[in-house]
C-alpha cells in the first residue's frame, strides 16, 4: 500500500493572508508535506478540546463525485462552529493535490480537517489526507449486526437548542466511539440512535436507510443543511436516493418512529467509504437482505 499523501491548508478561510511560496512566487494556500514528519501542535485546539469540522470524501479512480456535498457540508459545519467563511476554492484545489499526488488506486479516501488551531494565536490549522481507502467488498456482502441505543436527547433538539452544533460533522466524537465499544460488548457491530422520546437519528458513522416496499426513507436532517433532529446531513444517502429512483422507486426525508425502523422491510447503513452495507441484525431480531439491490447501490455509489 502506497504512503498517504498529507497537503497543508495555510490558507482555509477567506481573506486569509500568508503561506507557503512555490518556486514562482505563487501562493496557492497549501503546500505538500512529509506525512511521516511531526506536523501538528500539542496545544492545538483540535487536540486539546476536539475543537473543528472534518469531511471525508470518496475518490474513485481519481473521480469524486460527491466533492462538492461534502465541501458544502463542510462549509455549513465550520459556519455551525462560528469559523469565518471558508475558502472553498483552496480547499478545492488541495483536494486536487492531494488525489494527483498518490499513485493512481481505485479507491481513495480523502479526507479534510480545520481545527480552531493553537490555542491563542487565532490562526486555524487546517490539512487534506489522501490515503488508499480499505476494501469493504466483504462487508457490504456479510452485512452489519446493529444495536439501537437511546441517544439521551429529543428528536428535535435542534429547534430546542439552535446554539448547538448538533448537525455540524465534528471531531467530537467519543459519544459515537462510546456506541461503538457498547455494541462490540453486545456482540455488535455497529449502533444506530435513538431519540429519547422515540425517533430514529443515526448510526455511529453513518446515515440510516430505510424500506418499506418500494418506498425508502431516511430521518429528515433538516433543509439546507440545518437540522431539527440534531443528526448529520448525510451525503451519500443524497445519492442513493438518485439511485433508487432510477429503480423507479420513491423516496423521502422524513421524521421517523423507532417503529419504522423495526418494521422495515430493509435496513442499509450508508457512508461515503463503505457504502451501503446492509443490516442482517437489528437488537436481537434477523433482519431479511436484498443482496440484488444491495449490488446495485454500491455499483452506482462507487462511481
Given at each position: ?96 493535490a492531494a488525489v494527483a499526488a498518490h499513485p493512481r488506486v481505485g479507491l481513495l479516501a480523502v479526507k479534510l ?104 426513507t431516511t430521518p429528515d436532517a433538516g433543509q439546507g443543511g440545518g437540522s431539527s433532529q440534531g443528526i448529520v ?13 432510477r429503480l423507479g422507486h420513491t423516496t423521502a426525508s422524513e421524521a421517523l418512529p423507532v417503529a419504522a425502523l ?42
Open positions: 500500500m502506497a504512503a498517504p499523501v498529507l497537503i497543508l491548508v495555510d490558507r482555509p478561510l477567506l481573506g486569509m493572508s500568508g503561506g507557503r511560496r512555490n518556486g514562482d512566487g505563487s501562493s496557492p494556500g497549501f503546500a505538500a508535506a512529509d506525512p511521516s514528519a511531526p506536523q501538528l501542535s500539542v496545544f492545538d485546539l483540535g487536540v486539546t478540546r476536539a475543537d473543528g469540522v472534518f469531511e471525508t470524501v470518496m475518490v474513485s479512480d481519481r473521480n469524486a463525485p460527491a466533492l462538492e456535498a461534502h465541501l458544502a457540508r463542510l462549509s455549513r459545519s465550520a459556519a455551525a462552529l462560528d469559523f469565518p467563511p471558508l475558502d472553498l476554492g483552496v480547499w478545492r484545489d488541495a483536494v486536487a480537517v480545520l481545527t480552531r488551531g493553537v490555542e491563542g494565536t487565532e490562526r486555524p490549522t487546517a490539512w487534506v489526507t489522501a490515503r488508499e481507502a480499505p476494501d469493504f467488498t466483504e462487508l457490504r456482502r456479510r452485512g452489519l449486526r446493529v444495536i439501537t441505543l437511546d441517544r439521551g436527547v429529543p428528536h428535535d433538539l435542534g429547534s430546542r437548542s439552535p446554539w448547538l452544533p448538533a448537525a455540524a460533522k465534528t471531531l467530537s466524537y467519543e459519544v459515537n466511539s462510546a456506541a461503538l465499544r457498547e455494541a462490540a460488548r453486545r456482540g455488535a457491530d455497529d449502533a444506530v440512535f435513538v431519540s429519547s422520546d422515540g425517533y430514529v437519528l443515526e448510526a455511529t458513522t453513518s446515515s440510516v436507510l430505510l424500506r418499506h416496499g418500494d418506498r425508502f446531513a448525510g451525503t451519500t444517502v443524497r445519492r442513493a436516493f438518485e439511485v433508487l429512483e423495526t418494521e422495515a422491510d430493509g435496513i442499509w447503513l450508508l457512508s461515503s467509504i463503505r457504502r451501503a452495507v446492509p443490516v442482517t441484525r437489528l437488537d436481537r431480531a434477523e433482519r431479511e437482505v436484498d443482496h440484488d439491490l444491495t449490488a446495485k447501490l454500491n455499483d452506482e455509489l462507487g462511481r
